[in-house]
């Protein structure tokens, strides 16, 4: 399932399905959010997959390390051009939006993206 979720995210980023906005000078931002549980009594469940995937790509293309910010550990990297912030919240997933919508609110991410 791992190797899926990489090579869509690739595709996705290599210009499978990216459109730019034209009308912006800046180039677009983007938040990929892995949701999961904290703590290593969670590590290998599954409702941890999307903290799996983060960890994956990471991996794969070797992100910097993550930084603690907006409660969740963050890597901010580039992809094609764009800014891309890779979120993994540090709370319970049903209270994973605050970390969310302060990450977006800090960093003027469009709800689209």
């Known amino acids: ?8 995210l690739k ?4 210009g499978g399905a990216l459109v730019k906005d034209q009308t912006k000078e800046a180039a677009p931002m983007w938040l990929v959010i892995g949701l999961g549980n904290p ?20 991996a794969d293309y070797n ?7 907006f409660n969740a550990h963050i890597i901010e ?7 891309v912030l890779w979120m993994k919240p540090q709370t319970f997933m049903n209270l994973s939006g605050k970390s969310v919508a302060e990450a977006a609110r800090f ?5 689209e993206n």
């Not at 703590?39 to 990471?58: K, L, S």
């Not at 992100?63 to 603690?68: G, L, W």
């Not at 990297?77 to 800014?83: I, P, V």
């Open 1 to 8: 399932m791992l190797k899926r979720l990489s090579a869509a």
């Open 11 to 14: 595709n996705f980023f290599t």
């Open 39 to 58: 703590g290593t009594e969670h590590a290998e469940q599954r409702h941890n997959v999307g903290f799996m995937a983060i960890d994956r790509m990471a």
């Open 63 to 69: 992100f910097p390390s993550p930084r603690q910010k």
């Open 77 to 83: 990297t580039s992809f094609n051009g764009d800014k």
């Open 107 to 111: 960093y003027k991410i469009a709800p």
